[in-house]
């Protein structure tokens, strides 16, 4: 677990940390019966008369972590003491240490604990976790209020799951609830082994009406969800250019720029966190493998921009304002712009989000 002591101010190390060796985790580790390398003490300071902890390691210790090494003096007057036992650092024959060990425990729990104890002091966040005071008036625990705040935080999570069931998000409203791109967005559906997505393999119809948009040399308007599927497939490395006719709308173009200009986007993490079949993974980045992330998506960008023809966000700004408002809060603006181009160039609109934007959309302001 060198991670979470290596990115200590970095919260996403400590949520992998807090799930996979968290009391919800499963994770065990037997409690040392004495102190060796490994082991969190906490011990009764007589000097401070007050109770304090160390972590005892190899090697490399970090004090501003409550590490010290085994060969500290303090280390020394610890090591085999078990919980109840006194103990004396006598190093400085002026200013001896003394104390009493009050408990022990394995390093790994010990951080997990303090992550928890101290998450809102030391990242700022009040979502990840949340601390309840469950002592009734009679001081007693109240399991009523428990099984109270327990149902009040879970009815989000299910509201979501049951909507989930009954209709898959489309790419552009996950990245819209979010506040991701669309680039991240899809990003996310692809790396999820166990998500369930709708995808169309194409029919004889929509076959034949391609093929008569090709012949016809039918102007196509790329849904930023298409885009994103272009850039998870490394289409300018199999591609020269998308062929005549295809446009893309100015904003979804400068959202793909501002992507890998922004120097705090994801783009340019070094720290990358999520789940793999259910468990917690944590990734850090050279610079070098971000200079070289960053520069393959500005590649690919500049190849889009060549590819295609760019136009400017007026056409929605000709939509009715109600209906405007409406599609941006549900797509977002970049899709939404792409719909409102498709319907003042005639155009034909290819998403790779399951869109429901032709249905909505197609009624009001024609779109195909």
């Given amino acids: 677990m060198r991670s979470p002591c290596t990115n200590y101010d970095v919260a996403v190390a400590h949520q992998c940390l807090v799930q996979v060796c968290g009391p919800a985790s499963g994770y065990s580790a037997d409690t040392p019966d004495e102190v060796v390398a490994g082991t969190a003490v906490c011990f009764f300071d007589n000097e401070a008369n007050k109770l304090d ?3 005892i390691v190899e090697n490399d210790a970090r004090p501003s972590q409550n590490e010290i090494p085994k060969d500290h003096p303090l280390a020394r007057a610890l090591w085999g003491k078990c919980a109840g036992d006194a103990f004396v650092d ?5 200013s001896p240490h003394s104390g009493t060990v009050h408990e022990l425990r394995d390093a790994t729990i010990y951080r997990v604990m303090m992550a928890m104890q101290n998450w809102r002091e030391r990242f700022g966040d009040p979502t990840f976790i949340r601390r309840f005071t469950l002592e009734g008036p009679d001081g007693k625990i109240d399991i009523d209020k428990w099984i109270k705040i327990n149902e009040k935080l879970n009815e989000p999570l299910e509201v979501a799951k049951r909507s989930y069931r009954h209709d898959l998000p489309s790419i552009s ?3 819209a609830i979010t506040g991701r791109t669309i680039i991240e ?4 559906f692809a790396a999820q082994p166990n998500s369930v997505l709708r995808y169309g393999d194409g029919s004889f119809n929509e076959k034949s009406k391609s093929e008569t948009a090709i012949q016809n040399r039918t102007k196509v308007v790329l849904c930023p969800t298409v885009i994103a599927t272009l850039f998870l497939i490394r289409a300018n490395e199999k591609l020269s250019s998308l062929g005549e006719g295809v446009i893309i709308s100015a904003g979804a173009l400068e959202q793909l720029r501002a992507f890998y200009r922004n120097p705090h986007s994801r783009l340019h993490s070094s720290h990358i966190g999520g789940a793999e079949h259910g468990r917690p993974f944590f990734i850090e980045y050279s610079e070098e493998e971000i200079r070289s992330n960053v520069e393959q998506f500005k590649t690919f960008v500049d190849w889009i921009e060549s590819s295609s023809t760019v ?3 007026r056409a929605i700004l000709e939509i009715p304002s109600r209906v405007r408002d409406s599609m941006c809060q549900f ?3 970049e899709v939404a712009e792409s719909l409102a181009i498709a319907s003042a160039e005639s155009a034909i609109l290819i998403s790779d989000g399951a869109e429901k934007g032709p249905a909505y959309v197609g009624d009001r302001e024609n779109v195909k």
């Fill in 53 to 55: 902890w160390r972590v």
């Fill in 90 to 94: 006598d190093s400085d024959p002026i």
């Fill in 173 to 175: 409203f996950f990245a």
């Fill in 185 to 188: 967005a899809a990003g996310h």
């Fill in 311 to 313: 136009v400017g966000g």
């Fill in 331 to 333: 797509f977002g603006v």
